[in-house]
């Protein structure tokens, strides 16, 4: 019998229903806009001074320090054009990896248009960089370093504290993409030392369409939205209260799951082994360094669109590369960066476990995957020659 098992939580998750519950005042008669005088209006700004106290104490930030935005994806690009277009005149050097998110690289291509120059450091095997690497790229007009804290393709998590040190010996700016990070592993951003932190809330439990940049008091960025004010002016439009609300919910959530990540660790590492199993088969990725739910894997002779597509009529939901970029058919950059080739990179599988996963989900999976693997092998022309 079929059973329907999610393991894409680094695409996206399910909204949480104590999420939800926290959201639905504000879709009924506490509608008002947080500008307003009046009495809804100013209990919806109530809703988003606590939303926003509430998710400052869970990073370790003070609530003047963060910033609501739409998603993700703005948070990076507000953090790196603010800081670069607001201190171009000290420098027009970044530093950034080889495998962040589009929402990062494609930032950089945008600025390196301005004139800015961008640096990518180069990851190893096993996707980790190290605090020397980046040392050694800082320049007198470097003015800031963006890395992301854990990688969402392979999981990888790299030592942020160690490199906002580094950064910050040489007076350069750290920002550092936390949204794969948030609920897998602790995050505070006064223990890590960073500038600038973007999270998601859609990785998180929260809907699609929230996000949060951190901004420690004193950094200098240029305002992202002009408009009525809010955001302390440095982002316009009316707050989207319900979604704010959802957020500091989910946050506190993910926060509290922190201890239920070893089991989920222990799931995906028996996921591991099962896999492990299945000939011609290798962790994509550092499995000490790695997120508690994360597993990447490539399947010699197997095109990863077809394994996905097999896995999906089994109820299972997994990806290929990031979702991001599955319209696509150029290998991920994150793969190809740890050195696999084209045919290796096309061939692999994420699979992202979260709490709501159990162990019957990883019966499941071990049950379905190695079939189907054997039955596309069957039918590549490769399989037959190499094997
Ligand atoms: C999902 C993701 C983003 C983008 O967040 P959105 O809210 O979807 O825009 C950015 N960085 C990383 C590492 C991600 O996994």
Redesign the pocket.
């Known amino acids: 019998m079929n059973r329907f098992v999610y393991a894409d939580h680094?695409a996206t998750t399910n909204v949480a229903p104590e999420v939800l519950e926290e959201m639905l005042p504000c879709f009924g008669a506490e509608y008002g806009n947080p500008s307003s005088l009046y009495g809804i209006g100013q209990n919806a700004s109530r809703m988003v001074a606590d939303a926003r106290a509430r998710i400052a104490k869970v990073l370790g930030a003070k609530p003047t320090e963060i910033f609501f935005t739409s998603?993700?994806?703005?948070s990076?690009n507000w953090a790196i054009k603010g800081v670069a277009h607001a201190n171009a005149s000290r420098g027009k050097h970044i530093i950034t990896t080889v495998y962040e998110?589009h929402?990062v690289l494609h930032t950089m291509d945008a600025l390196k248009k301005e004139g800015f120059e961008i640096t990518y450091l180069k990851v190893n095997e096993e996707g980790l960089i190290s605090p020397e690497q980046l040392e050694a790229a800082i320049r007198p007009d470097t003015i800031l370093v963006a890395m992301?804290y854990a990688n969402?393709e392979i999981g990888t998590i790299l030592p942020i504290k160690e490199m906002a040190a580094v950064a910050h010996a040489h007076k350069v700016y750290f920002f550092t993409?936390a949204?794969?990070a948030i609920g897998n592993i602790p995050v505070d951003v006064s223990e890590l030392g960073v500038d600038l932190l973007?999270l998601?809330?859609?990785?998180i439990h929260a809907p699609?369409g929230i996000?949060v940049l951190y901004v420690r008091t004193g950094t200098r960025i240029a305002n992202l939205i002009d408009g009525g004010g809010q955001e302390r002016s440095r982002r316009g439009g009316t707050e989207n209260v319900a979604y704010i609300r959802g957020l500091a919910k989910a946050l506190e959530l993910a926060v509290e799951g922190l201890p239920d990540m070893k089991r989920v660790a222990a799931m995906r590492d028996r996921l591991a082994e099962g896999i492990a199993k299945i000939p011609y088969t290798r962790i994509n990725g550092s499995m000490e360094h790695r997120l508690p739910g994360n597993l990447n894997v490539a399947f010699e002779f197997i095109e990863g669109e077809s394994l996905i597509l097999l896995l999906d009529m089994a109820g299972i939901c997994a990806s290929t590369g990031s979702a991001c970029s599955t319209a696509s058919l150029e290998p991920s950059h994150v793969l190809l960066s740890i050195g696999l080739p084209h045919e290796k990179a096309h061939g692999s599988l994420r699979l992202t476990l979260s709490h709501g996963n159990t162990e019957e989900d990883v019966d499941y999976i071990l049950e379905k995957l190695p079939p189907i693997v054997e039955r596309l092998r069957e039918m590549s022309p490769l399989y037959e020659t190499n094997s």
């Open positions: 680094a998603c993700g994806s703005e990076d998110h929402a992301m969402n993409d949204v794969q973007a998601s809330g859609h990785k699609k996000g």
